[in-house]
């Protein structure tokens, strides 16, 4: 049984209560037989919801890919691109979770790791670089991978602007997707081969419905607790948000 405050609180990271549960409750349906592609894993906080969740069910094969170091997030984090690697943190937190077994690191880019990844992919979690042409580049690399049927999930959906885009851009014009749902600050969709005229005014009215109430996930997440790593000027945004939230209740 998966339990948020014993399994990944100690973990650095962003993720709310409700994603890890999401995620362990996703990665728990998915047979041996498929495949679980996570692209951006850090130190490892959602890679181990997945990896419980795959130990807890079926035994999927979680893929983690991330370089670990010379990226955007790396140098915002440390200054410098090329001198904070999280691999041994990541690696150290995966066999600490006890899911080493069902986790195989691919240590590269998302584009490296495409190009060389062969199996088809039942559920992609896309929480690497957000920036607008990096989160473009992941949806076009993967997503063709995803079977029909299966899911992917985009975290941080609202706060970050690429992510919102690209995000909007799907359910505005897609006709391979549908069911879109929100968890706090994941946005998940289904792939279909072609989505129904329903569908389509489903995915529209959902584009209102989180340009509504998104802000709500992102409250979760950087006020009561869904993060513990964060750089000095977002800890002053979150004094900041925690100050107007005592004040609101």
Same mark, same amino acid.
């Given at each position: 049984?998966?339990?948020?405050?014993?399994?990944?609180?100690?973990?650095?990271?962003?993720?709310?209560?409700?994603?890890?549960?999401?995620?362990?409750?996703?990665?728990?349906?998915?047979?041996?037989?498929?495949?679980?592609?996570?692209?951006?894993?850090?130190?490892?906080?959602?890679?181990?919801?997945?990896?419980?969740?795959?130990?807890?069910?079926?035994?999927?094969?979680?893929?983690a890919v991330d370089p670990h170091k010379d990226t955007s997030e790396h140098k915002q984090w440390s200054g410098e691109n090329n001198k904070y690697d999280t691999f041994s943190i990541f690696l150290r937190n995966i066999e600490n979770g006890r899911v080493k077994k069902y986790v195989e690191p691919l240590r590269m880019t998302s584009k490296k790791a495409s190009d060389s990844f062969k199996k088809p992919v039942s559920?992609?979690?896309?929480?690497?670089?957000?920036?607008?042409?990096?989160?473009?580049?992941?949806?076009?690399?993967?997503?063709?991978?995803?079977?029909?049927? /299966?899911? &992917?999930?985009? =975290?941080?959906?609202?706060?970050?602007?690429?992510?919102? !885009?690209?995000?909007?851009?799907? @359910?505005?014009?897609?006709?391979?997707?549908?069911?879109?749902?929100?968890?706090?600050?994941?946005?998940?969709?289904?792939?279909?081969?072609?989505?129904?005229?329903?569908?389509?005014?489903?995915?529209?009215?959902?584009?209102?419905?989180?340009?509504?109430?998104?802000?709500? /996930?992102? &409250?979760?997440? =950087?006020?009561?607790?869904?993060?513990?790593?964060?750089? !000095?000027?977002?800890?002053?945004? @979150?004094?900041?948000?925690?100050?107007?939230?005592?004040?609101?209740?």
């Amino acid at each position: 049984m998966f339990d948020f405050g014993r399994d990944i609180a100690g973990i650095s990271g962003w993720l709310t209560k409700n994603e890890a549960s999401f995620l362990y409750n996703t990665a728990k349906k998915i047979s041996k037989k498929e495949n679980i592609v996570e692209i951006g894993s850090w130190k490892g906080r959602s890679t181990v919801c997945l990896g419980l969740g795959a130990k807890d069910g079926l035994n999927a094969k979680i893929y983690a890919v991330d370089p670990h170091k010379d990226t955007s997030e790396h140098k915002q984090w440390s200054g410098e691109n090329n001198k904070y690697d999280t691999f041994s943190i990541f690696l150290r937190n995966i066999e600490n979770g006890r899911v080493k077994k069902y986790v195989e690191p691919l240590r590269m880019t998302s584009k490296k790791a495409s190009d060389s990844f062969k199996k088809p992919v039942s559920f992609l979690f896309i929480d690497g670089s957000h920036h607008f042409k990096d989160v473009k580049l992941d949806y076009e690399l993967w997503f063709p991978k995803l079977v029909n049927g /299966g899911f &992917v999930a985009f =975290h941080d959906a609202w706060h970050s602007m690429g992510v919102l !885009t690209i995000t909007t851009f799907m @359910m505005l014009t897609s006709n391979r997707i549908k069911n879109p749902r929100l968890v706090d600050t994941l946005i998940i969709f289904q792939k279909t081969a072609n989505n129904s005229l329903l569908d389509r005014v489903f995915n529209l009215l959902f584009v209102f419905y989180r340009l509504l109430f998104g802000w709500i /996930g992102s &409250v979760k997440m =950087h006020v009561l607790g869904g993060t513990n790593e964060t750089s !000095t000027m977002n800890k002053r945004f @979150m004094i900041f948000l925690k100050l107007a939230y005592s004040k609101i209740r």
